[in-house]
């Protein structure tokens, strides 16, 4: 019943907005706009505001209704936006943009220095998602050039300045303008009714040409629903999983975008130990680096993309799979007589139960993943059935994101990560100065910092790229396979959207973690067959 009334509902929302009836939309779709139907989670709660996480924080995407300075290249290196160059000082304490001088906010007024001056600093001080203690201040020295003056050298700067939208400083009101932003992007703002529907329409004056598509409304939808707006024929692009991946709705193709969208698990790379605030930290039996590789090897990616993503995902090997600061060392042959080899010489002996033990201890686990989440807990089962086969006992127990974080610190847990930038290396491997230790799993190595401290100190992004790869591994040591694998890459999810016939989307840049607004960062260039 509930779905009945939703896609009821949703055939009244569509109509009253000037949209296609479910008969209509089947046969005529319109040849400059497109429905897109997304997860409920894309809907930014606090409004098309940068300075509250539009375009950033863990679903980064390009903002549409505000422009950036740099953007980034279907590659993944970056590319140029509202600037037209930059440079950095020798220290890496000062960048200096130059700015193109043909783009105008929506409501006629130029877009100058000044405004992304203000815009980085009211970022600074208002943004509870990115990350911005690396600035200091940011000065307009021009009417089209604008200096940051860095607190820290960062060299990969670019990559936070394409995904920060800038704001009118003549024009904003933060009380206000997440409603009712005003932009130089390529679409404006026309309606959103919060928790149904956003409507964007094309910005006739963007700089960059008209967009084709004149017309692109999102529609906040839970999977199922979205589902049966795609079988109803209420929608052009419907988000999808796995889940649904053996139906069929006529008139649609299932597509799949390849994604750096990962799952893998951590394994804390210290032994157990309580830290000042009472918690249980490290693992005596993962803290063993023969356990870790072992269990590296024992992993068989491929039966994991077959049985639980449908054949929809690519083996994962990092957290930053195909992107330029990969580094393919990284990635390993599944190999569970290997895996068994390096635990017999660990100790580590098979017992007539089939789980192997040492001193007594037996060799188990127990794996969490985030309660709701289907593919997660799937996921944790394929893996805790692979580990038996090499003598390693699994349980797996369900937990909420308030408690996930700090069991993490002596469990291994199923995760998801995945974003256009190197920082998610830092985040993840890099020691933090209050513990000694790595953010979300503790483990340490000094060199491994070394190299992510030099990447970003560099002055140079491609030589910043090399620093990346040999933190990964440098031929001795680094946090692949080879090296210390305190954490195991299982998948890259596959991005699924029924499309339908018809209509063609252009090519994607490679997804980061998130289902929801990187389709649509190109949605200017989407066109219907003739």
Known sequence: MKRMVAAVLLLGLLAGCGGQTASTAQQAPQTNAVVVAMDPNSEPTAGFDPAYGWGAGEHVHEPLIQSTLTVTNADLTIGYDLATDYTVSDDGLTWTVTLRDDAFFTDG?????????????????????NDFTMLDRAEATGDFTVVFHMNRPFSIWPYTMAVVGIVPEHAYDSATYGRNPIGSGRYILQQWDPGQQVILRANPDYYGGAPAMEQVTILFMEEDVAFLAAQAG??????TSAVYAGEQVPGYALTAYQSVDNRGINLPAVPASTDAEGRTVGNDFTSDVQVRRAINLAVDRQAMIDNVLSGYGTPAYSVCDKLPWYNPAAEVAYDPEGAAALLDAAGWRMGADGVREKDGVPAQLNLLYATGDSVRQALAAELANQLGQIGISVSLEGVGWDTAYDRALSEPMVWGWGAH?????????????????????????????RYMDAALQSTDLETSYTLW???QWDGQTGVTQQGDVPWVWLVNVDHLYWVRDGLQIAAQKIHPHGHGWSLVNNVDQWSWAA
């Open 421 to 449: 930038t190197p920082m998610e290396l830092y985040n993840l491997y890099h020691t933090w100065d209050d513990t000694g230790l790595a953010l979300y799993s503790p483990y340490v190595n000094e060199t491994v910092d």
């Open 469 to 471: 790869q040999q933190a």
């Open 109 to 129: 007024e130029q877009l100058t220095a000044s405004d992304v001056a203000f815009t980085y600093n009211t970022v600074k001080q208002a943004s509870s998602v």
């Open 234 to 239: 209420q929608v052009d692009v419907a988000y």
